[in-house]
């Protein structure tokens, strides 16, 4: 209780001084601010990012590459295999009896982002990014049962006309019901927008199969075969029915599983970039804090000898002035947090996802867990900044007690 | 006073190392002061004022030579031991007063009670008594800056007074005070030595400060070179 008391008062009286040197105390929270803010810029990112991915697979959805594929751009499968899957077990059949299989197409073009738009609005000159063309056929909507038309309609077989992601829609030129759209040689009308829980099939461009495979000369083949399963169970018996067929060297995972992966090596990528950048500034902020937290010893040296002359341990000098660093630290943390979230929750962006070389539009989310991450840095920080000019307070000879004010 | 002897430096020597230089401050002094003393140390600057009130207090250690208070050694405690001992034997009073300046007045005066078991009420209670001896109740949530030298000094006092040590040590306490301001806290000291049989010791360089003591000690060149041992 007394030494509770002692710790208590000192730590009162370090932070009560705070305002006395506010000018740096404020660039030490300002210096910690910034790298937080940074730390988490990057980390609400790769939390946005793969939440994007994540909700983007069902467990019930089986997918099949060509054995080794790893993605569906380095994929290639033929319509016989997709025959020889219609007929596999396990695979969910739709009300009119047919199995719910749909053969993809998979086919990366180019389409100018919003923000790439030049001042003069001259698509010419905008710099390009790659976005995912989707051919699919009737099947590959009826096996998305989450789907929603939100503006217009399908579009009709065997015509140039596109239906576009709602994220897609809102990020990139020129993507709204009606635009005429240019992919390849080909012009194309956009006659819908569609939404699907907020998946990555949002940032894609869908179009009728026979069509795409026409214009972009890929007769016969497609990138990928989605297929329903009748439950997440019934994934086994398909794999066994691949494994069995010579003609079938496909690999097959869930859906859920494929997107998992790769939102684990994009966010991953992500976060190697933004934690080595945050610990390099949090070295510079780290010699901010020291430099503020010295002068602060320094302000205080008499007041510390004073105590120390009346009894105080050299213990309280240490503990209080390592509080006054972790609450300078801190406050930086939490004004970092915030000026994130002010400018980054909830911001769509865009970006190349390393394995599917186009562009998948994700929105920033500063969860709780990232937000105390950088919270955690700043406190680190804090802690380093004030333990050596804590470690000078609780040294200063009480003689100086009676030194001149 | 009662004769009997508070504080005895037997054979106390003090030497600084500065770089290669050596510099002695005493050598072999010796020093009696008895309960209820109150002592006027005065000499010119850099001639070991200081450096005696850190020996008498305890914030210093003698090179070689014994103290001791109240029969007891105190050169031989440990770092921890002396901050103990100070905080019950020693009131300290600076000339420039040493408050913290972000505590008022009343919190600055209970410091020293938060190193003893007293509880919360009780350290109010000590707190109003010891502002009140020093005429400041009313001023109990002021805090230093909006107090004048006069004032910060007599709550500097009630601040020495509260853990009722024996001792107290003043280093030029009414070095920043007008005359008539001097007046009023060397009156206050000499009446805590004879209402309150505190022992004093004040270095001062002033000649009308040192009449308010009992007697007056001459440092020169490490040693006292008029001694007036009579009470
Ligand atoms: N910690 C120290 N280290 C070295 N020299 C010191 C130290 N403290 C005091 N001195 C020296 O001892 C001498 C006496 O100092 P001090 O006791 O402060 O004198 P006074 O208070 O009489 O002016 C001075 O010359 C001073 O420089
Ligand atoms: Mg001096």
Known sequence: MRVFNEIAVVTVICIKSIPQRFWASLSTVVAVGL???????????AAGFQQTLRGTGAKDMAILMRAGAQAELNSGVSRDQARLIEEAPGVLKGPDGKPLVSPELYVIVDAVKKSALPDDGNMKKAPKSNVTLRGLGPAGIAVRPGLKIVEGRRFTPGTNELMVG???????????LGDTVKLGNASWVVVGVFELDGSVFESELWA???????LFHRQNVFQSIRARLTSPDALLALKDYAANDPQLKLDVTTEADYYAQQASRTSDLIQKLGWPLAIAMAFGALAGALNTMYSSVAARAQEIATLRCIGFSGTSSFLGTLAES??????GGILGALVTWAAFDGLTASTLSGTTFSQIVF????????ALQGVILALIVGFVGGFFPAWRAARIPIVEAYGTP | MTGQTLIHLQDVSKRFVKGKDTITIFDHLG???PVGDFVAVMGPSGSGKTTLLNLLGGIDQPTEGAITFDGARVDTLTEGQLARWRAHNVGFIFQFYNLM???????????????????RAERRRRVE????LVGLAERASHYPREMSGGQQQRVAIARALISDPKLLLCDEPTGDLDRATADEILAMLQLLNREMGKTIVMVTHDPEAAKYARRTLHLDKGRFTERDLVA
Not at chain 1, 363 to 370: I, Q, S
């Open chain 1, 363 to 370: 929105t920033f989310r500063l969860t709780p867990a990232v």
């Open chain 1, 166 to 176: 709602r994220a897609l829609q809102k990020d990139f030129v020129g993507m709204n």
């Open chain 2, 101 to 119: 300046p972000t505590l008022s007045a009343a919190r600055n005066v209970e410091l020293p009670l938060l190193l003893t078991s007293f509880g």
């Open chain 2, 129 to 132: 008594a010891a502002l009140s």
């Open chain 1, 35 to 45: 790298v937080v803010t940074v730390l988490l810029a990057f980390l609400a990112m």
């Open chain 2, 31 to 33: 020093l009696t002061i």
């Open chain 1, 208 to 214: 009728d199969t026979p069509v795409v495979q026409d």
């Open chain 1, 326 to 331: 972790l609450v300078l630290s801190l406050a």
